[in-house]
């Protein structure tokens, strides 16, 4: 009979292992001692979890981090997905607003935990401490010193919703401003933010036909 169990756990290894360098190593040395742990586990996380369609990779991971944080799962749980979470495109600015916004439901003491961890995690990546802003602060704080192009375009759509796509780009679509809140409404544009730290370092703009 086969199991299909088995079969998830090998695209979980997959899976893990296109997010980490040496991730099959990586599992097979924190399962060692209970390897149907391990299957269970990545299987059930990265085999199915991860390739449901609902949410991309990013949210996906971002709620995973926001779960650990509020379960005070500080140690191998909050390592291996501060990992999968900036391989799945989280900027580290974004890492620690998930801690901010999780201690007000979960509690100070476990999003302190989770800082002390996460001084110790990033340093080891040799991320900057405290990183620069995330990509989506960085882009609002472009538009409302706009020039040029840019400043035309909000002219006239001015109503946007900006969404981080990964931890150098930002979309900004932009509406104009009789198009209320409809959730049918198309913008007249949609700006595309290249980010490289604390700066925009290219903005090209499409427009509606």
Request: hydrophobic residues 45%; aromatic residues 4%; proline residues 8%.
């Amino acid at each position: 009979m086969t199991d299909p169990m088995a079969g998830l756990h090998e695209r979980g290894r997959e899976t893990f292992a296109g997010l980490v360098d040496g991730g099959e190593a990586r599992l097979d040395a924190l399962f060692a001692t209970v390897p149907a742990l391990g299957e269970l586990a990545v299987g059930t996380v990265y085999g199915h979890l991860h390739e449901r369609p609902a949410l991309d990779a990013r949210t996906r991971e971002a709620a995973t981090l926001a779960a650990i944080v509020a379960a005070g799962m500080a140690g191998p749980p909050l390592s291996v997905h501060l990992r999968t979470g900036l391989a799945a495109g989280l900027a580290p600015a974004e890492v620690c607003e998930v801690v901010v916004q999780t201690a007000a439901f979960a509690g100070f003491p476990r999003a302190v935990s989770a800082a002390d961890q996460l001084n110790r995690l990033f340093e080891g990546h040799g991320l900057p401490i405290p990183p620069p802003p995330s990509p989506r602060e960085v882009v609002l704080a472009h538009l409302a010193a706009a020039e040029g192009e840019v400043a035309g375009v909000l002219a006239e759509f001015p109503r946007t919703e900006v969404q981080a796509t990964g931890p150098g780009r930002v979309l900004v679509a932009c509406f104009a401003a009789g198009d209320g809140e409809a959730d049918d409404a198309v913008p007249g544009a949609v700006l595309h933010c290249a980010v490289d730290g604390a700066d925009v370092t290219s903005t090209t703009v499409f427009r509606a036909r």
